[in-house]
């Protein structure tokens, strides 16, 4: 019996990372979840981009006494994913920024379309539209 290919592994599962980010995305309510799935869906396509470059047998781009390997692995990837999970981080902590920012003005991460919320923007809109001076 022959051993299951590890490239073939990686890609399921960083295939699989990228569906069930996708399916988080479309089919959950809550803020908090859509946040990690789209978290699930920047993980598959970071691991998708870094097997891009991957060469069975290569070794790392480095020259050490001026010997030069023969294969080497393809050192774009690597730079773009670093700078990809870079922009990640930031992005995501933005995002929690703001899903903490609208559940601090009353909006319900569960049912985000009630009507107490569009009360709520109401009222909030309509005192900034009077210079902010409450009704007499």
């Known amino acids: 019996m022959t051993p299951p290919d590890l490239g073939a592994i990686l890609f399921s599962g960083a295939f699989g990372l990228v569906v069930i980010g996708i399916l988080g995305i479309v089919m959950s309510t809550h803020l908090v979840r859509i946040v990690l799935s789209i978290v ?10 870094m097997l891009s470059g991957y060469r069975a047998g290569a070794a790392a781009p480095i020259i ?3 010997v030069i390997p023969a294969a080497m692995v393809d050192p774009v990837p690597q730079a773009l994913v670093l700078t990809a999970i870079v922009i990640g981080v930031a992005v995501q902590a933005f995002m929690m920024t703001l ?11 569960n049912h985000p379309g009630t009507t107490d919320n569009l009360n709520a923007k109401v009222l909030a809109s309509y005192s900034l539209y009077n210079g902010g001076r409450d009704n007499e």
């Open 99 to 109: 899903n903490q920012r609208a559940f601090s003005f009353g909006s319900d991460f």
């Open 64 to 66: 050490i006494d001026g």
């Open 40 to 49: 699930l869906l920047e993980t598959g396509a970071n691991l998708l981009l």
